[in-house]
Each structure stands twice: as C-alpha cells, then as structure tokens.
C-alpha cells in the first residue's frame, strides 16, 4: 500500500523557487512517479516523470526551470522548481504509476503553489 503526502507548496513571487516533495508510505522503488498539476478551470496536466531507473520527462512549459528527482531509501520524490511564473499556479499531485508492473495508481492530496507577478 503507498500513501502520497505532498508538501512544500506556498505563495511565491515571480522569479522564485519552491521545492516540492512527495512522501510515500510504502516503499516506490517499483513505481514511476511523477508530478502533475491542475490550474483552476484546466485540466490535470502532466509536469514532469521519473522511472524508477531515474531517467527523467518533462512538460515543454518546465523545461530548464523544473527538476524532479527521487531518493528510493527515503521513499520520497522531489520536484525542484525555480524561474517560477504565474502561470505555474496550480494545485500539484503526486502521481505513483503501477500501471506496468500491474499495481494500481496512486495520487497524493495535492499542494498548492500559488506565483505572483
């Protein structure tokens, strides 16, 4: 079983940096993790991934300005954020993709990340 607690969000303005991390119950070695958000009125989109052999993807919107990375002994993923902007502002989830390794999917409570101009 994988609980996801996500952490680190907060009211920033334009041009900082916030790092975001994502804390698991359970052990993820197994797991792809990844990082998505959801700005009001949008769609859930995708961030950033990272398989569990640590080669990484990224949004075009976040390239060059987003890290993510993830310490398995820790269970804990964490997506490094700088240059941000307003329009980063979402609500940010925490994403463990057991799809294929038929395990199930599972999604942390969010964290809100909130960039003023």
């Known amino acids: 079983q994988v609980q996801l607690v996500e952490s680190g969000g907060g009211l920033v303005q334009a041009g900082g940096s916030l790092r975001l991390s994502c804390a698991s119950s359970?052990?993820?070695?197994?797991?792809?993790m990844g990082w998505y958000r959801q700005a009001p009125g949008k769609q859930r989109e995708l961030v950033a991934l990272?398989?569990?052999?640590?080669?990484?993807n990224y949004a075009d919107s976040v390239k060059g300005r987003f890290t993510i990375s993830r310490d398995n002994a820790k269970n804990t993923v964490y997506l490094q954020m700088n240059s941000l902007k307003p329009e980063d502002t979402a609500v940010y989830y925490c994403n463990a993709d057991g799809s294929t390794i038929r395990l199930p999917n599972y999604w942390g409570q969010g964290t809100q990340v909130t960039v003023s101009s």
């Open positions: 990272i398989t569990r052999w640590g080669s990484t």
């Open positions: 359970g052990s993820i070695f197994v797991y792809g």
